[in-house]
């Protein structure tokens, strides 16, 4: 279950990355792209916090 709460954080923050960039600049494929680089980062971070806790 622990995996679960991770991988709901990680396409959460991923989807307000996404919605970010597509507000400043209007192109959708510039903001998945940008999601697709920040995933791993993303999920990253968000393990290293869940294990710190």
């Given at each position: ?9 990680t396409l ?18 510039i903001s ?10 993303i999920r ?10």
């Amino acid at each position: 279950m622990d995996a679960e709460k991770v991988n709901v954080y990680t396409l959460f923050a991923a989807s307000l990355i996404m919605l970010g960039v597509t507000l400043l600049t209007h192109d959708i494929a510039i903001s998945i792209v940008i999601a697709a680089i920040a995933f791993p980062a993303i999920r990253s971070l968000i393990k290293n916090y869940r294990n710190r806790n």
